[in-house]
């Protein structure tokens, strides 16, 4: 355990299939283009940018406390629902994602702007931004990805049904 949304182009013509379909971290070539004679692609650059961390200026505790304070008010009902009424639970994930954004940027509230940088965790797996939250009903804490958890809190219906 360790950054918004992210869409998917699917091209299926045979080539470009063999050329990206198969991914494997483990793999040092796609075995499909070496069982079928093909020349092997070089990966794509990950086109996610890299927040420039010289420029991030974290939330002090009361900083984060009112940002919370400011963001409840915009929380879908399905949150309070999913969270079984229990607003600790929302407040922790909502301090999380204050947290992992600069104090200078608001993510809910600010001007539509074309990228807030995420400083917060990763999952490990593909480098997305993530948090560790507390689901009800269970124990231990799962990682769950920000973009996700931003539109379940934050999305309209409509929005929301359209993801």
């Known amino acids: 355990y360790n950054q918004g949304l992210f869409s998917l182009e699917v091209n299926f013509s045979h080539s470009l299939f063999l050329g ?3 991914q494997c971290r ?3 070539e796609n075995p499909f283009q070496a069982l079928f004679g093909r ?3 070089p990966r794509r650059p990950d086109p996610r940018p890299i927040p420039p961390t010289d420029d991030f200026h974290p939330r002090s505790e009361g900083e984060v406390k009112a940002t919370v304070q400011r963001w409840a008010s915009y929380c879908h009902p ?4 999913f969270f079984g009424g229990d607003k600790q639970l929302l407040t922790n994930v909502l301090e999380q994602l204050a947290r992992g954004t600069d104090k200078h940027r608001d ?3 600010g001007p539509d702007e074309p990228c807030i940088y995420w400083y917060g965790d990763y999952a490990r797996e593909d480098r ?3 948090i560790k939250m507390l689901k009800p009903h269970e124990r231990e804490e799962s990682v769950t990805y920000v973009n996700r958890v931003l539109a379940f809190i ?3 219906d409509e929005s929301f049904e359209a993801l």
């Open 154 to 156: 934050f999305a309209t």
């Open 26 to 28: 483990m793999c040092a």
């Open 78 to 81: 399905r949150a309070d629902e």
């Open 128 to 130: 997305n931004p993530a």
């Open 20 to 22: 990206v379909m198969w």
């Open 107 to 109: 993510m809910i509230l």
């Open 39 to 41: 020349q092997p692609q």
